[in-house]
């Protein structure tokens, strides 16, 4: 599986951006999905999960009620909605995927095998 994550840019607090995360391979939809993400000088951070079907997702509180995750498995892609955008979102994103029950620690990065190559999110204040 190779992951092309896009959708990244610059924009105010309080905006809004949409990340793409575009899947090859014939097994795609049998990997749950999730984004990580690392802001300059910290550690990598989980920011949410989605299983294979799409039916389940797990936040990171830090993000809940602002961001949304889903998937289209007839178009092998994730995307993650960010609304209500604020400057300590301020990161590279990783979109990643892994086999495996969806409830065995999806925020746990060791768990995904397959890494796409991050895409740049500013907020301005």
């Known amino acids: 599986v190779q992951l092309q994550a896009s959708g990244g840019g610059l924009v105010q607090t309080g905006g809004s951006l949409r990340l793409s995360c575009a899947a090859s391979?014939?097994?795609?939809?049998?990997?749950?999905m999730g984004w990580f993400r690392r802001a300059p000088g910290k550690e990598r951070e989980f920011v949410v999960a989605?299983?294979?079907?799409?039916?389940?997702?797990y936040y990171a509180d830090s993000v809940k009620g602002r961001f949304t995750i889903s998937r289209d498995v007839a178009k092998n892609t994730v995307d993650l909605q960010m609304n209500s955008l604020k400057p300590e979102d301020t990161a590279v994103y990783y979109c990643?995927?892994?086999?495996?029950?969806?409830?065995?620690?999806?925020?746990?990065?060791?768990?995904?095998?397959?890494w796409g190559q991050g895409t740049q999110v500013t907020v301005s204040s």
């Open positions: 990643a995927a892994r086999l495996g029950l969806f409830s065995d620690y999806p925020q746990d990065p060791r768990r995904y095998r397959y």
């Open positions: 989605i299983s294979w079907s799409g039916g389940n997702t």
């Open positions: 391979g014939r097994t795609f939809s049998s990997y749950g």
